[in-house]
């Protein structure tokens, strides 16, 4: 079973502050993916890898980085968190092409006061 | 016309039920076509590929109609733990995108 791991599941941070989010695979998958989820508006794609040092901005990148130094790891970061990033983020992976299904990790839920 | 589009529900039926959700695409180009299904505070998980001939995987019915653009998940024998919300996801061809619909809301009732 692909495993996809988010490294915190709930995360509190301040306004102004930079964050981290962490997601590893475990499944050798070439693509990775990074989604907020908010209420009435559905899964957005902020960013997303297909290799190692790779990336492609999604639909909403802006505020957001992300880095892909190694094939398992996809980091998003917050480079200076505002209220509006409060949010559930979702990482996912699938393997190479893009007629793969994603799997996702479960989750982190980061509140920006 | 939107990328994707799905009626929100909610639906509520009885058990035993069947229920069947339609999904809109606006791109023609699109290849792929999967359902998912996300539980309250979960993340969404695959339910099913949506195959060219149509697939079935149990109570679970997907169809695809490339001419009107749409495809279609029908549950039938609905069970509490089908309540859920549904996920539509396409593929946008050859731009390294697949695009969510909003969902549909589906609440099984005793």
């Known amino acids: 079973d692909v495993k996809v791991t988010q490294s915190s599941r709930y995360l509190v941070k301040r306004t102004g502050e930079k964050v981290f989010l962490e997601c590893v695979q475990d499944?050798?998958?070439?693509?990775m993916f990074w989604y907020r989820q908010d209420p009435g508006l559905g899964l957005r794609l902020i960013y997303f890898?297909?290799?190692?040092?790779?990336?492609e901005k999604g639909d909403i990148p802006e505020g957001y980085s992300v880095s892909r130094e190694k094939k398992e790891r996809f980091s998003l970061i917050l480079e200076s968190a505002s209220t509006n990033q409060t949010s559930m983020y979702l990482c996912?992976?699938?393997?190479?092409?893009?007629?793969?299904?994603?799997?996702f990790g479960n989750g982190t839920r980061l509140t920006v006061t | 016309r939107k990328e994707v589009e799905q009626d929100p529900g909610p639906f509520n039926v009885p058990e035993g039920a069947t229920v069947a959700f339609n999904c809109t695409y606006s791109?023609?180009?699109?290849?792929?076509f999967f359902w998912y299904r996300q539980d309250c505070r979960k993340e969404p998980k695959l339910l099913m590929s949506?195959?060219?001939s149509g697939n079935e995987d149990g109570r679970f019915t997907a169809q695809l109609n490339r001419a009107s653009q749409y495809i279609s998940l029908l549950i039938r024998d609905s069970k509490l733990s089908d309540s859920a919300t549904y996920l539509c996801?396409?593929?946008?061809?050859?731009?390294?995108?697949?695009?969510f619909g909003k969902g549909t809301l589906l609440t099984v009732n005793p």
């Open positions: 949506v195959y060219s």
């Open positions: 890898s297909y290799d190692v040092k790779m990336k």
């Open positions: 791109n023609s180009a699109s290849q792929s």
């Open positions: 996801v396409v593929s946008g061809g050859s731009n390294y995108k697949l695009t």
């Open positions: 499944m050798d998958h070439e693509n």
């Open positions: 996912a992976s699938s393997f190479e092409g893009w007629n793969s299904p994603l799997h």
